[in-house]
C-alpha cells in the first residue's frame, strides 16, 4: 500500500485530504497538533495518527522516525491566515505565527521526510498554497507574504530535486469555506469569519482540494504538476467575487 502523510490533518483541507487518499487505497499518516481529532480520524480511515507541531524540531523528528523508512506523498497542508491589518499596523506575532506555520514548518517537514521519499523511488511532495502566493491584496500581507513565500520554496525545491525521483507541485486554493481558515484569521470571531462568505454562492469546500491533491497524486510519475490554482465559480480574481444582493 501507498503511504501519504498529511500535516493539518485535524480539519479542513487536510482533513478532507486524508479521507479522500485512504479511500484512494493509501494508508495516510495524519499529522497535526490535536491528538484526539487525529485519532478519531486515524480510527476512521484505518490510518496513523501522529500528533505533532511542525514547528517544534523534536515533534518533526519524532515524525520521520514514526514514518520511517519509505514515503510515497508528502501533502505539507498545515498552516493558516492570522488577521487582516494593513502592514503598518500588522502585529509582527501574527507575522512570525504566519511564517513558522506555513513556510518554516513545511521546510521543516520536508527536510525531515526527504530521505524517505527518496527511498519510495516515486515520492511525491504537494505543498498547499493559496491565491495569496500569487497576489497580494490589502490586509493580506503577513499572509501573502507567507504564501508567496512558499510558493518560492516549492518552485526552489523542484528545481534542486531535478533528477531525482521525487516531483514538486503546489496547489493554490483561493476561496475555501472550511470550519476554521477564518475563525483563526479573526481569532474566533465567528461573525467576521462568517462575512467572509456572504453571499458567495457556493465557495469551495475542503473536498474540492482534497480531490484536487488525490487527482494530482494520482498522475503517473513522470507527469509533474506544477502549480494548480483551484477557486470557486463566483471567483473570478482574488478580489473579483460575485456576492448575491449587491
Ligand atoms: C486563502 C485564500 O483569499 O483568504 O488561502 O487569501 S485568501
Not at 156 to 175: D, F, H, Q, Y
Request: some cysteine.
Amino acid at each position: 500500500m501507498p503511504t501519504a502523510v498529511v500535516t493539518g490533518a485535524s480539519s479542513g483541507i487536510g482533513e478532507a485530504t486524508a479521507r479522500v487518499l485512504a479511500a484512494d487505497g493509501h494508508t495516510v499518516f495524519a499529522v497535526a497538533r490535536r491528538a484526539d481529532r487525529i485519532s478519531r480520524l486515524a480510527d476512521e480511515i484505518g490510518g496513523v495518527a501522529v500528533p505533532c507541531d511542525i514547528t517544534d524540531a523534536e515533534d518533526v523528528a519524532r515524525l520521520a522516525d514514526r514514518v520511517g523508512d519509505r514515503l510515497d506523498l508528502l501533502v505539507n497542508n498545515a498552516g493558516g491566515a492570522k488577521g487582516l491589518d494593513p502592514v503598518v499596523e500588522g502585529d509582527l506575532d501574527d507575522w512570525r505565527w504566519m511564517y513558522e506555520t506555513n513556510v518554516l514548518g513545511t521546510v521543516a517537514v520536508t527536510q525531515a521526510l526527504t530521505p524517505a521519499l527518496l527511498a519510495s523511488g516515486a515520492g511525491t511532495i504537494i505543498n498547499v498554497g493559496s491565491t495569496a502566493g500569487r497576489v497580494t491584496y490589502e490586509g493580506g500581507g503577513g499572509y501573502t507574504a507567507a504564501k508567496h513565500a512558499l510558493a518560492a520554496v516549492t518552485e526552489t525545491l523542484r528545481l534542486e530535486l531535478n533528477g531525482l525521483p521525487i516531483r514538486v507541485t503546489e496547489i493554490a486554493p483561493g476561496m475555501v469555506k472550511t470550519e476554521e481558515f477564518s475563525l483563526t484569521r479573526f481569532d474566533g470571531d465567528a461573525e467576521r469569519a462568517e462575512a467572509v462568505y456572504a453571499g458567495v454562492d457556493e465557495p469551495l469546500v475542503a473536498e474540492d482540494i482534497a480531490r484536487a491533491i488525490a487527482w494530482v497524486a494520482a498522475q503517473p510519475h513522470h507527469v509533474n504538476v506544477d502549480l494548480m490554482v483551484v477557486k470557486p465559480l463566483a471567483q473570478a480574481a482574488q478580489w473579483k467575487v460575485h456576492r448575491r444582493d449587491r
